[in-house]
Every structure is written in C-alpha cells, then in structure tokens.
C-alpha cells in the first residue's frame, strides 16, 4: 500500500478526484478489513480534498452509527427519521445540501457545517452504509462530487459486499 498521496497542487476539483481514484481503489484492493479501508478513504479524502468533516455511518439494527471519520467530534448514532444522513438512507439516493440551515431536521453536530452531500452504499437493495461530507462553504457539492463519490462507493461495493 502506497503511504503518500501523489496530489497536484494546482488541480482542479475533477482532476483531484481523478489523481484519488486510482489511489483509492489501490488501497481498497490490497486490503480485505471493510473498517480499515473505510478509515483510509475517509483519510485520503481529507487529505486530497479538505473538506470540514468526512466519513462513514454504517447501517446497524435500523440506525446508523458512526463509522470511520477525519474531523471533529460527531454525531454517534442517527436515527433514519433525522438528519441529510437520515434521509439519504430512507431514499436510497445522493443528497446534496446547497446550505444545511435550510434543510428540514437537519442535525447540527457543528454550527461550522453549512454544505453537505452524503452518499448510499447500497447491497441487495439496502443501505449497508452512507458517506457524509461537510464543508464550511455553503453551496460547496456538485454533481462532480456525486459522480465521482459513487464512484468510491462503487469501489468499497465490489470489494466488501
């Protein structure tokens, strides 16, 4: 397993996806442990994309529960009522959040927050697990980050599930 990103300074956003991918699936691909390569995709795209807080919440006796994260302090437990993540796992669907102050039951773990985008895991037509990604920006996430987000779970599908 590599343990150096390879990043180019001046990259855009979709180049910066790009240079991770292939990284990405290299450190998925050497390494059987789900939880390790959840801690290690949510490490690299700390790293690779500095957003506020990135990481997982895995599907447990019909709540999610956190998972592998880079950033502050977070919510422990979500309940599929609550919250982007909430949502995202009851429609089974990428949601973007242009600004998390005017989404409906959104869960504040940080006044900080102002964006996210949180992104299904789904196997055998259940959500296993979502990724959830916040920025301090508001309006931060496109459909280039949901193409290439899918993408990464697309990965730890293949591999894990």
Not at 18 to 43: F, G, T
Not at 48 to 71: A, C
Request: aromatic fraction near 6%; proline fraction near 3%.
């Amino acid at each position: 397993m590599a343990e150096k990103l390879i990043l180019t300074a001046s990259a855009t956003r979709t180049q910066r996806y790009e240079e991770l991918l292939p990284q990405l699936k290299a450190v998925i691909s050497s390494e059987s442990d789900l939880i390790a390569n959840l801690a290690n995709a949510a490490a690299i795209l700390k790293e690779g994309l500095g957003f506020f807080w990135i990481g997982f919440y895995r599907m447990m006796e019909g709540e999610l529960v956190l998972g592998p994260f880079q950033g502050p302090l977070a919510c422990t437990r979500i309940a599929l009522d609550k919250g982007v993540c909430g949502a995202c796992a009851t429609q089974k669907r990428t949601i973007i959040v242009a600004d998390v102050n005017q989404f409906p039951g959104h869960i504040a773990c940080s006044s900080l927050s102002q964006s996210e985008i949180v992104v299904p895991l789904i196997a055998d037509k259940e959500v296993k697990l979502v990724l959830d990604i916040d920025s301090e920006e508001l309006d931060d996430f496109s459909e280039v980050d949901q193409l290439y987000l899918e993408q990464l779970m697309d990965l730890l599908l293949a591999r894990h599930f």
